[in-house]
């Protein structure tokens, strides 16, 4: 929660620091992306103790293991796509 806070907080001084425009920037891009990885394994913290807690193992681990593989190659396939679109796109 606190890294999702702090990312929160970095977003809205960036922003403050940063010229407004009225359309949305990499870094909007870049920010959203992070807090939405952030917010995701929150999500995944509470559903995979939920579910270990109503003595569904089994599927709590299932979904813990997945997401030790998808999240991190997700995050990874992101940054393939959206560096060089920072520095070759447009």
Not at 17 to 44: A, G, H, R, T
Not at 70 to 78: G, S, Y
Request: glycine content about 2%.
């Amino acid at each position: 929660m606190t890294t999702l806070l702090t990312l929160i907080a970095m977003f809205s001084a960036v922003r403050q620091n940063v010229p407004k425009v009225s359309y949305v920037s990499y870094l909007d891009i870049w920010m959203v992306v992070c807090i939405f990885f952030v917010f995701y394994c929150i999500v995944e913290f509470v559903v995979v103790t939920v579910l270990a807690r109503n003595q569904m193992e089994l599927k709590a681990l299932k979904l813990e293991y997945s997401s030790r593989t998808c999240v991190p190659l997700a995050f990874i396939l992101f940054n393939f796509a959206y560096w060089p679109l920072l520095y070759f796109g447009e």
